[in-house]
């Protein structure tokens, strides 16, 4: 599968998208997916989502922030972050298809934070961090909450940065997300070898529940 690179201007510097396209006369949607404060666009759930969904229908952009793109190893504020994921986001939408925002991590959070006002068809949170490891009172929950479109979240059943369990029960104060987990997954999906499921079997839970979720998006 062919790939392109495009470069986008922003507040914050130049940023960077990475096109994994559908099939010509087979895109339906844009999957926008930005990166972690920790690594880039090669983290192994971006990766796994852009080599399966392109199959299916879907485009994925993995999107890379200014300091990602200038080599900076210290992200950038949120309020920077957001303003570099708005000037990219005429870029996602260019293609003419409707635009589903998400993110690993700290992406996530900038997914949640902008989508209502992007127009955004809904909002995939990989690995939300729902709180700093070992800080539970310092919830991001409101983020998530917040986003203001369908939401799927997939989250590693031993991440610390937020359990499954505990994410606020869906229904509760309007939360209307779904969530799966990734049994045994860390932050970032790794699962121990001793786990009754391999890596690749892990990263097909993730592809496969993101291909039915957004099967099932009113687009």
Excluded: N
């Excluded at 996530?108 to 902008?114: D, I, K």
């Excluded at 869906?170 to 799966?180: D, F, I, K, Q, T």
């Amino acid at each position: 599968m062919s790939t392109r690179t495009e470069s986008v201007d922003t507040p914050a510097g130049e940023a960077r998208i990475t096109w994994h396209p559908a099939p010509a006369g087979k895109a339906r949607l844009v999957l926008a997916l930005g990166h972690g404060a920790g690594g880039g666009i090669e983290a192994r759930d971006l990766r796994a989502l852009a080599g399966a969904l392109p199959a299916l229908g879907i485009t994925v952009a993995l999107v890379e922030q200014p300091w990602r793109v200038a080599g900076k190893k210290v992200a950038a504020a949120p309020k920077v972050l957001d303003e570099g994921w708005r000037a990219l986001w005429p870029a996602l939408a260019q293609p003419g298809r409707p635009v589903v925002a998400g993110g690993r991590s700290a992406g996530a959070r900038v997914a949640c934070r902008t989508a209502a006002e992007l127009g955004a068809a809904g909002v995939l949170a990989l690995a939300f961090p729902l709180h700093p490891p070992g800080r539970p009172e310092k919830s991001r929950a409101e983020e998530l909450l917040g986003a203001g479109r369908p939401a799927l979240v997939v989250q590693g059943g031993r991440d610390p940065f937020g359990r499954p369990e505990e994410f606020p029960e869906r229904g509760a104060r309007g939360a209307s997300y779904e969530l799966v987990e990734v049994a045994y997954g860390d932050h970032g999906f790794a699962v121990p070898k001793k786990a009754d499921l391999t890596q690749e079997e892990a990263l097909e839970v993730i592809t496969g529940a993101v291909a039915e979720w957004l099967g099932r998006l009113p687009v």
